[in-house]
């Protein structure tokens, strides 16, 4: 059950996020039962989404369990302003031109993953976070979005020796520089 009414399309049932009826009583499949119920309203626009409570009741005589989830869906949100933290080489203006989102845009946690990926494939950071700062959420429901990172070193080089029966043997070696345009 919802403490406050869940966005169309929230799970409603344990067999919505994969709990059937007839399933052992497992530990595992609750947990990530619970997981799915709390990513399905992230995606629907609701950041804040958390489970209250997870109750098991379980009838011995009968070799039953009922499973109660009450979980605060949290306030429908919608994407803010993003917050670049942690850098200092790399052009801020072109980390924001990769955002999938547009501003004011249904908050959904998938694009903060597509976005985060697209950070990652840069090759640019040693680390990286993209999180909802959910405690800013303003009272039009705008979720501003942290990107802290490090920025890696600016350059890399390495080298290797090889021996092959067919080639003999062979050296190879490189450098790397990254991020030579800011």
């Known amino acids: 059950k919802y403490e406050a009414p869940p966005p169309a399309g ?4 344990c067999r919505q996020i994969g709990l059937k009826s007839g399933m052992a009583a497992r530990a595992e499949p609750v947990i990530a039962a619970t997981a799915l119920l709390i990513r399905t309203l992230e995606e629907r626009g609701r950041p804040g989404a958390k489970l209250a409570e997870r109750r098991a009741i379980v009838d011995h005589a009968t070799h039953e369990m009922t499973l109660v989830f009450d979980v605060d869906p949290g306030r429908e949100a919608h994407f803010g302003a993003v917050e670049i933290s942690g850098i200092q080489r790399t052009n801020t203006a ?3 031109r990769i955002v999938p989102w547009r501003k004011n845009a249904t908050y959904d946690v998938r694009k903060l993953d597509e976005y985060r990926k697209r950070l990652s494939d840069l090759n640019l950071f ?24 490090h920025e890696g070193p600016p350059h890399s080089f390495g080298g290797g020796l ?10 190879k070696a490189f450098w790397e520089h990254r ?4």
Do not use: C, I
């Open 10 to 13: 929230a799970p409603e049932t």
């Open 94 to 96: 072109f980390l924001a």
């Open 126 to 149: 040693d680390q990286l976070a993209v999180r909802p700062d959910v405690g800013m959420l303003d009272a039009a429901g705008a979720v501003p979005v942290a990107v802290k990172a």
């Open 162 to 171: 090889s021996y092959a029966t067919d080639t003999g043997p062979g050296l």
């Open 179 to 182: 991020n030579l345009w800011g």
